[in-house]
């Protein structure tokens, strides 16, 4: 929630949105001040009946780069635009004439690796739950699917270590300039 304190508008994936089944709100500002809420899905497979549908807050934009015969923006009354696009086009060209400056991707894996390797992130906010081993075969990463590497290391400067009584390690990375 701080971190979304300083953003325009908030991105996440479909499998996240399907997985946390999110608002993406603040829910202590007013509704002319919240963020923008930017989904993306290559099919526009959304789920209609999503949290994110029903709650009143900031624009809702779909971002479909390659929508099924079946997709339909009329089964989402809530959402403002549908952009045709990828997740690149969306962010190198139309971001910046909907007012987003700065824009917090939460996820998942999958999204954040195909944005790691257009080169699109500036900064990484990464946390280390140390009270929590997690594992199994099906366990999503920084980068998505296990084994599904990037293709090539990304050169970080390490610029915030903070730490909570909990055991939680908040890590914020730069790109190396
Ligand atoms: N620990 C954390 O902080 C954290 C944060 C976020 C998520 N998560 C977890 O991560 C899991 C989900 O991650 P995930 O990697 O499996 O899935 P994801 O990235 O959330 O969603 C994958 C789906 O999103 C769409 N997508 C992703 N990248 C795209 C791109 N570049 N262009 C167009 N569409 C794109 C595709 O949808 P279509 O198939 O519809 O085309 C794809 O199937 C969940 O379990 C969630 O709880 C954890």
Same mark, same amino acid.
């Given at each position: 929630?701080?971190?979304?304190?300083?953003?325009?508008?908030?991105?996440?994936?479909?499998?996240?949105?399907?997985?946390?089944?999110?608002?993406?709100?603040?829910?202590?500002?007013?509704?002319?001040?919240?963020?923008?809420?930017?989904?993306?899905?290559?099919?526009?497979?959304?789920?209609?009946?999503?949290?994110?549908?029903?709650?009143?807050?900031?624009?809702?934009?779909?971002?479909?780069?390659?929508?099924?015969?079946?997709?339909?923006?009329?089964?989402?009354?809530?959402?403002?635009?549908?952009?045709?696009?990828?997740?690149?086009?969306?962010?190198?060209?139309?971001?910046?004439?909907?007012?987003?400056?700065?824009?917090?991707?939460?996820?998942?894996?999958? $999204?954040?690796?195909?944005?790691? @390797?257009?080169?699109?992130?500036? #900064?990484?906010? =990464? &946390?280390?739950?140390? !009270?929590?081993?997690?594992?199994?075969?099906?366990?999503?990463?920084?980068?998505?699917?296990?084994?599904?590497?990037?293709?090539?290391?990304?050169? $970080?400067?390490?610029?915030?270590? @903070?730490?909570?009584?909990?055991? #939680?390690?908040? =890590? &914020?990375?730069?790109? !190396?300039?």
């Amino acid at each position: 929630m701080e971190i979304r304190q300083t953003v325009d508008a908030i991105m996440v994936a479909r499998g996240t949105l399907e997985a946390d089944n999110m608002a993406m709100i603040l829910p202590d500002r007013s509704l002319d001040k919240q963020p923008i809420r930017c989904l993306v899905s290559r099919k526009g497979n959304f789920d209609p009946s999503h949290k994110v549908f029903a709650t009143p807050g900031g624009d809702i934009h779909l971002i479909v780069a390659d929508p099924a015969d079946d997709f339909d923006p009329g089964n989402y009354p809530r959402a403002t635009a549908t952009h045709r696009a990828t997740v690149q086009d969306f962010i190198e060209n139309s971001a910046m004439s909907l007012g987003i400056e700065r824009l917090l991707c939460e996820g998942g894996g999958t $999204l954040a690796k195909s944005l790691i @390797e257009s080169d699109l992130i500036d #900064e990484y906010r =990464l &946390t280390l739950a140390g !009270h929590t081993l997690i594992g199994g075969s099906k366990a999503p990463t920084l980068t998505g699917h296990l084994g599904d590497y990037l293709g090539k290391s990304t050169k $970080l400067s390490l610029e915030g270590f @903070e730490r909570n009584a909990g055991g #939680e390690i908040f =890590l &914020t990375y730069l790109r !190396h300039q």
